[in-house]
Nanobody
Framework: QVQFVESGGGLVQPGGSLRLSCVAS????????MAWYRRAPGKQRELVAF???????NHVDRVKGRFTISRDNDKNTMYLHMNSLKTDDTAVYSC????????????WGQGTQVTVSS
């Protein structure tokens, strides 16, 4: 059974940094296209970044240059390093298999709340 546990969110001031973690079980991340998604209040879930089995990282334009997706194969854990945070980055962040490859996901973990506010 696939399970994702996200952590690392919190309250941070604009310009600050956070590192989110996604611990996976029931799936080998190094063999999977994985992604970070976020859902802001009142908005639909959107893609933030994805990483290929080969380790190639891809980021949407809104976060390019500020966020970095990465993976630790030994720990079967994926990360999202977030720098220069803006108020618009406030959202619940979740990890999952990349829907563009695997189709719409039915299972989602609890996510982790990121709030950027002064």
């Amino acid at each position: 059974q696939v399970q994702f546990v996200e952590s690392g969110g919190g309250l941070v001031q604009p310009g600050g940094s956070l590192r989110l973690s996604c611990v996976a079980s029931g799936i080998v991340l190094s063999r999977t296209y994985m992604a970070w998604y976020r859902r802001a209040p009142g908005k639909q879930r959107e893609l933030v970044a994805f990483i290929t089995p080969g380790g190639s990282a891809n980021h949407v334009d809104r976060v390019k240059g500020r966020f970095t997706i990465s993976r630790d194969n030994d720990k079967n854990t994926m990360y999202l390093h977030m720098n220069s945070l803006k108020t618009d980055d406030t959202a619940v962040y979740s990890c999952n298999q990349y829907e563009a490859i695997y189709g719409k996901r039915d299972y989602w973990g609890q996510g982790t709340q990121v709030t950027v506010s002064s």
